[in-house]
């Protein structure tokens, strides 16, 4: 994931002819860790440092697939190969369709 590069205005074509809001690479390093990136060239940017709703949809997706047990704590980490380093936690519980995102957020001056 490190490797990362893309043709901005590529990938956003793309994405707006497929109707897609975001894309996500991820790379499972454990049962319950996952390093994610973040395209995000219909957002105007290359790439988001953390995206919780991404991960929210990440936690069902990987839910529904059965990737991850119906009740399961996922750690994502985002934003290591920008310099900005966070860590989402995603949050499962059976019989709960929801998902649970949380993290810490920096102030951005």
Same mark, same amino acid.
């Given at each position: ?39 995000? !060239?219909?957002?105007?940017? &290359?790439?988001?440092? *953390? ?7 990440? #936690?069902?997706? +990987? $839910? ?20 900005? !380093?966070?860590?989402?936690? &995603?949050?499962?519980? *059976? ?7 949380? #993290?810490?957020? +920096? $102030?951005?001056?």
């Amino acid at each position: 994931l490190a490797d990362l590069a893309y043709d901005f205005t590529r990938l956003e074509a793309l994405m707006h002819h497929l109707d897609l809001t975001t894309v996500q690479l991820v790379w499972r390093e454990s049962a319950a860790v996952f390093h994610v990136r973040d395209p995000f !060239p219909v957002g105007g940017v &290359v790439e988001d440092p *953390a995206t919780g709703a991404a991960a929210a949809a990440f #936690g069902a997706y +990987a $839910r529904e697939l059965g990737l991850v047990p119906e009740d399961a704590v996922l750690t994502l980490h985002q934003g290591e190969d920008l310099g900005r !380093p966070g860590e989402l936690t &995603v949050t499962l519980r *059976a019989g709960d369709p929801r998902v649970r995102v949380s #993290g810490t957020g +920096a $102030r951005i001056s």
